[in-house]
Structures are given as C-alpha cells and as structure tokens.
C-alpha cells in the first residue's frame, strides 16, 4: 500500500492508496512541534494495527521543499527541517518523496483523468499557487520554485502591493483576499446587493451568478488575470490540461468559463484548445498525488 500525507494548516491527512484509491484513512492534528514524528507514531500504530504492508509514501507540504527538505511552511512555522531522518527512524527502508502541496494536488487530479500525462493546476485560495507534471511526474524545478505563480507578475492596471514584497502579483487579485480586495475597490462604482463589510469572495462569486453588477465585474476581472496566466504559462510548459481548485473554484462553471473566454483571447492560436476545467477530486488530490510521487 502507497501511504500519501497531506499536511495542511490545521490537519495532517493521510491516506493509504491502492490502484489510485483511498482505502484507509487518518487524521492528525497539524502541530509546530514534534509533527512528523506525531505522524509517523499515528501511521506505525495504524499499520501494526491493520497489518498494512507500506511499499512507499509521500508527502504534499505547504510551502517551499527541496528534496525531503522543508525550508519554509509559513503558517504551520516549520523551517529548515529534513523529515527524511524523522521517517527513517519509523520506516527504514521505505521509499520517501515530498514535494510542494499544489504539486502533489495536480498529479493526483492528473491521475484521475485518463488520457491526460502532463498537466498544470491552479489552486486558488488564501494565495494562488500552481503544480506542474510532466510525463506523469511531479517537476519541482531547479529552485523547487515552479509553481509559484502566485508572484507572477500579472496585474498592471491596480498594482497592489502583494504579500511577497513585490507589485502586482497575480494573488493579489485573483486569490480569495484578492477578490474581496478588488470588490471594496470599485464598490461605489456599481449597482449591487452586496455589502461592504465582511465581504467574501463567495459572495462575490455568488452575486455574479446572479448577474450583479459589481459581482460580475470582480468576476470579469479575476477571470481576465487568470486567463492571461495562464496563456503565460502553457507557452512554456504546453501541457494537455489545467486544473482549477481550492476554495474560490467552488464556483464553478461561471468562473471556468469566463476563465477560457479570457484564456482564448490571449491565447497563441496553436494552444487555443486546450483543456481548463474545475479540479474534481477536493482535498484527496493532495493525498493521491503524495501517494504516487514515488
Ligand atoms: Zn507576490
């Protein structure tokens, strides 16, 4: 059995995988100190247990990871750790991989679409952030920096300051903070039901469907970045499909089709057909894809 661990802000989950399913399932509480070896201690008494046989496992983490070396996660405050010995001590000899979460995420979702071997995914929630894979296999880059198009230099016309230090990072404006940035922004300018204060991006989403004016317009303008990312990006990797998750894709169709009409008007005419469709399998393709990593 494939042990695949999704390690998130607030819970740690693990799945053991057979032939690209869920079979068993743990959770565990994401802690800063002593996680890894919380989780290994839940697994190992989980197998003993269970009496699984583990052929390998693979971890998707929040945040910068070289190798099995973590160098950041910035909302757990875990950094420069290399889980490698900490596993080793529980399961010597057993395989280990780790990549980014967003990474793990796209070979999981790729995993699940038969005809597609190499694919990107757009996670959008707090932040933006991307996976690649290629040949069925998860690229990390020199820098294990490939799928940081949160900071990808988008936004010309408001140029907000984004989290990263640098102006106009796609995140600001398409990520869940980024459209509620943007509705307070032109909230005087139009119509609307909704409120300003403690305003949500799936509010926002939720006007647009029903054709409010400020909603559609954070909805056009979120669709427009995304779009022109996106032809960005599949100029460089020219992959078969792009994947949209995390919380903002919820949705749904409204966002995915407003996304391609934009992704078409910027798109090279030889890559104008490709493939942009909602993410399908939520919080297990972080666990499928760590799973498969090996
Ligand atoms: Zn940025």
Known sequence: MRVGIDVGGTTVKVGFVDNYEIKERLVVKTTKD????????????????????????????????????IDKLPNIGIENLDIKPIFDKYFPNIELKATNDANAAALGEMLADNKVKSAYMITLGTGVGGGLVIDSKVRDGAHANCGEIGHMFIDFVHNYKCSCGLFGCLETVASATGIVRLAKEYYDNFETKLKKDNLTAKEIMDAAKENDELGLFVLNMVSDALGRAISIIELSVDVDAFYIGGGVSMAGDILINRIKDNYKRYAHYAIKDIDIKLAKLGNDAGIIGAAYLS
Do not use: A, Q, R, W
Not at 47 to 54: E, G, S, T, Y
């Open 34 to 69: 002593k996680l890894f070896e919380d989780v290994c201690e839940k697994i190992k008494e989980f197998v003993d247990l269970k009496n699984i046989k583990i052929d390998s496992i693979g971890v998707g983490l929040p945040g910068h990871v070289v190798g099995t070396v």
